[in-house]
């Protein structure tokens, strides 16, 4: 079992950054992949990013590529996204989710999630 609470959430201009923070309770989250999702008003729940167990694996959405990073320290029990050169089409909860095994990009796939973090990117 593991519990999930995102922070790290605002209000920030377009082109600024925001860190995201995921704490994990639980003993068995360094063997779990991490996901990171979106969901804005209206829309689908979207993968953002991806990491497996070590690190050493990530992927990333192609609207997020090179400005958004996916990290986690199993030491502390907590994932990342650093979030750069931020948009207004950011916009959106961003929710953490985990899973034993590799990662995937299906959300389905996750068995627990976080309460979410709201990021909103002003123009």
């Known amino acids: 079992q593991v519990q999930l609470v995102e922070s790290g959430g605002g209000l920030v201009q377009a082109g600024g950054s925001l860190r995201l923070s995921c704490a994990a309770s639980?003993?068995?989250?360094?063997?779990?992949?991490l996901g990171w999702f979106r969901q804005s008003p209206g829309k689908e729940r979207e993968f953002v990013a991806a990491?497996?167990?070590?690190?050493?694996?990530?992927d990333y959405a192609d609207s997020v590529k090179v400005r958004f990073t996916i990290s986690r320290d199993n030491t502390k029990k907590t994932a990342y996204l650093q979030l750069n050169s931020l948009k207004p089409e950011d916009t959106a909860v961003y929710y953490c989710?985990?899973?034993?095994?590799?990662?995937?990009?299906?959300?389905?796939?996750?068995?627990?999630w976080g309460q979410g973090t709201q990021v909103t990117v002003s123009s």
């Open positions: 639980g003993r068995t989250f360094s063997s779990y992949a």
């Open positions: 990491i497996n167990w070590s690190g050493s694996n990530t």
């Open positions: 989710a985990a899973k034993p095994g590799g990662y995937y990009r299906a959300s389905g796939e996750y068995y627990y």
